[in-house]
């Protein structure tokens, strides 16, 4: 399955204990880095708007990308993360 595939059928459904864990931490992960960066601009004299967006977009982003490294790492040594589709689903 390509990843263009494998992102659009993402569907937290499917998610086996692993995957669940694997989703927890990545949001942990991206909050911390987005909080952290966050107060680091704050420190550094940046106005506190910007520093709170580029915190929120950290956080987004740093999430979706730890759940796909990770889901990437396991899948490499064969831990299922995400059920694969079944044919009777409609979506």
Do not use: H, N, Y
Not at 57 to 70: D, E, K, P, Q
């Amino acid at each position: 399955m390509s990843f263009r595939e494998e992102f659009g059928s993402f569907d937290l459904a499917r998610f086996t204990l692993i995957g669940w864990l694997v989703f927890l931490m990545s949001i942990g992960a991206g909050l911390t880095g987005g909080i952290s960066v966050g107060f680091a601009c704050i420190a550094a004299g940046v106005p506190q708007g910007f520093a709170t967006k580029v915190g929120g977009v950290l956080v987004f982003a740093g999430s979706i990308a730890w759940f796909f490294a990770l889901k990437s790492l396991f899948d490499a040594f064969g831990v299922v993360v995400i059920l694969p589709k079944s044919p009777t689903d409609s979506c």
